[in-house]
């Protein structure tokens, strides 16, 4: 980018036989202009009306010929298009006070033309002009005209060539419409003219304001096709046309206020630099085959002919997967290099072969076994009331002596050896009365319970946080909603307002002032806003939901798994617990405690009426009895275990 630079400002005088000499003075550098009034004695002794003026500019051309204000105003501008920076020329004035003649000269003699080249004669035919009393001749638009160059190098290989554009602007006249005498047509344009000529001065003044963050560049299309121009990256020069005499003195204070004004905006002028496409493709097609052709006689002083560099094929691919299985299996000591591509390759195929390889064993794996997730804790909860592992996550079925074992006997256990034998620790004993469910529900959280009391309190510390994410998006919904309001009022109150003062429309656009448009754009931002926290909110619903129904999930759960572990511990019969224990013939939870006492009860009673009725007869028949009722209760167990299974399978 460009350094930063202001826009050159020069003042060009209509000659005139009634020059007012004591009202206009230049300055000895040609580079100022004062303007002295006289007081107006009618407004009394006490008169603190401004008199004295004084402008500093960048040229003062009095009397110029249309050579010296073309050297002087364009000759740098055009230059320096042709090296690539945009430019722009603009002539502003009153009406009549040489503006067209200075753009584009006279056409009655050669040296009378102005800054247009001779060319752009044919664009003045779709000008209109019209004529009152300021002007015979009087242009009644703006015109713009817009040269467009391009600079190729002449080296054919040089793909980067420079753009750049100037501008040349013929304001249509400002004026008072009582001195212009216009009516009619006549009258109407002149009122649109002002206005955009008012909107320009607005843009202009907005650009010299360093703390104005927006500019009023589409208030009227005068501003919108000089968006480029006015602050952008273009050397711009404003020339403007002033009469010298006494009668115009006003309009011409407004025409010098509105070059120091021009003064204070600054470009960033830059070269537009580009690149040929076409270009460019056939350059890099010549560097690659000549990189290629280096490659090749660099590859035969080398001896390695056979090496190719073009992409590989599905059968140069298979091959390299059958090396790389070969060299994982052993059956090949190495992989040769050959070149870049085919390393890349070669580390693919690494990547392929071992997914398949995880792939296979994973496979594998779940037609022998059932695979479960150590974060599963569902899963692993019902594996563990199964009786197929215990709390520690290792598999049960220790062999018990002369019985059989019940489950999967661990891998470390072979015929011949003793097992390792575990740490025992001895359980606690039962209180005569068992404690309160409050007390006993504490511990039962801080001991079997404290997995899923620990998922518990997780789920529920997230939904407390997206119910605290949600309060607060719905205070920030409600502050826009209400800072909505408040810009639909100040909008409406604009509209009643510009349709009191008189609305103005451009080809049936209607023209609104910069507050009003302000205001428009900060209530789309608002409801832009609006809608994205609103979706925010209904997305932070679905999660209070969900995760409030994990918590009930949980709480359910916690309270089911308390109650189990509250009548096993403390409920059912100590001779039971056995039973119940990991490993056992009955799985905990899923058979009722009444259902477990009244059994270990009518075992009891029977084994003791039996004593009772048959030892007094036959005492040497005891161990046909304890064997027959051993039979029995495996029979009984061997039925409630297949009624167990039905009830689950239902």
């Not at 209904?538 to 309270?559: F, S, W």
């Amino acid at each position: 980018m460009g350094t930063r630079k202001k826009v050159h400002a020069f003042v060009r005088v209509k000659p005139t036989d009634d020059f007012a000499h004591e009202m206009i003075r230049y300055g000895d550098d040609k580079r100022s202009i004062d303007i002295h009034l006289k007081k107006d004695i009618r407004r009394g002794v006490v008169n603190n009306q401004q008199i004295d003026w004084s402008f500093k500019l960048d040229g003062v051309l009095h009397d110029a010929s249309q050579d010296l204000v073309y050297e002087t105003v364009a000759k740098d501008v055009v230059s320096q298009a042709l090296n690539g920076y945009n430019g722009t020329i603009m002539c502003y004035g009153q009406t009549g006070a040489g503006k067209t003649y200075t753009m584009t000269g006279a056409t009655e003699n050669y040296k009378h033309r102005g800054i247009l080249p001779r060319a752009l004669q044919q664009g003045e035919t779709n000008r209109i002009i019209a004529s009152h009393t300021m002007n015979k001749n009087s242009s009644r638009s703006h015109c713009i005209f817009t040269i467009y160059l391009e600079a190729h190098s002449r080296t054919l290989s040089e793909e980067k060539y420079i753009t750049s554009k100037i501008n040349l602007v013929d304001l249509a006249g400002s004026e008072r419409l009582g001195k212009s005498g216009s009516e009619g047509r006549v009258l109407k344009e002149a009122t649109y003219i002002n206005k955009s000529l008012s909107f320009l001065e607005q843009a202009i003044i907005a650009l010299g304001d360093q703390k104005r963050d927006h500019i009023p560049f589409r208030q009227c299309k005068l501003t919108h096709a000089l968006k480029d121009s006015l602050g952008g990256n273009c050397n711009m020069v404003l020339v403007t046309n002033i009469y010298g005499e006494a009668a115009q003195l006003e309009e011409t204070l407004s025409s010098l206020r509105f070059a120091s004004r021009m003064k204070l905006v600054t470009t960033e002028p830059a070269i537009n630099e580009k690149y040929d496409a076409e270009r460019m493709v056939k350059n890099l097609e010549k560097e690659l085959a000549l990189l290629k052709q280096e490659l090749a006689i660099h590859d035969s002083l080398t001896n390695r002919t056979f090496v190719t560099y073009e992409a590989m094929d599905e059968i140069q691919i298979a091959e390299i997967n059958s090396q790389v299985r070969r060299y994982l299996e052993g059956t090949l000591d190495e992989i040769d290099i050959i070149n870049l591509r085919q390393i890349k390759e070669v580390f693919n195929q690494f990547r392929v072969v071992l997914s398949q390889q995880e792939q296979e064993v994973e496979s594998t794996l779940r037609r022998k076994y059932t695979l479960i997730d150590r974060n599963d804790f569902a899963a692993i909860s019902a594996v563990q009331k199964a009786g197929l592992v215990d709390v520690d996550g290792h598999l049960v079925g220790e062999p018990e002596g002369q019985n059989f074992g019940l489950g999967v006997a661990p891998f470390s256990t072979k015929p011949g050896k003793k097992a390792k034998s575990k740490k025992t620790f001895k359980e606690p004993l039962r209180p005569d009365t068992p404690p309160s469910k409050p007390v006993a529900f504490e511990e039962f959280k801080n001991e079997r319970g404290s997995e899923i009391n620990r998922i518990f309190k997780e789920n529920k510390s997230i939904l407390n946080e997206r119910r605290k994410r949600a309060s607060e998006t719905t205070q920030r919904i409600n502050a826009i909603k209400r800072e909505i309001d408040v810009t639909k009022e100040a909008l409406d109150f604009q509209k009643s307002l510009r349709e009191k003062q008189g609305e103005y429309e451009n080809k049936g656009l209607m023209i609104i002032d910069e507050e009003e448009f302000l205001l428009i754009l900060k209530l789309k931002d608002l409801k832009k806003q609006y809608r994205s926290e609103y979706q925010d909110l209904r997305d932070l619903r679905a999660e209070i939901q969900y995760c409030q129904h994990l918590v009930d999930q949980c709480r359910h759960r916690l309270l089911m798994e308390f109650d189990i572990w509250y009548n096993e511990s403390f409920v059912i019969p100590e001779d039971m617990q056995m039973a119940l224990k990991p490993g056992g013939s009955i799985r905990p939870g899923m058979v009722p405690v009444n259902r477990i006492v009244s059994l270990g009860e009518d075992d009891q009673d029977k084994f003791s009426q039996l004593q009772q009725r048959v030892l007094p007869e036959g005492p040497d028949s005891i161990s046909f009895y304890n064997a027959k009722v051993k039979t029995e209760q495996k029979h009984n167990y061997l039925k409630t275990m297949m009624g167990l299974q039905q009830a689950h399978r239902k």
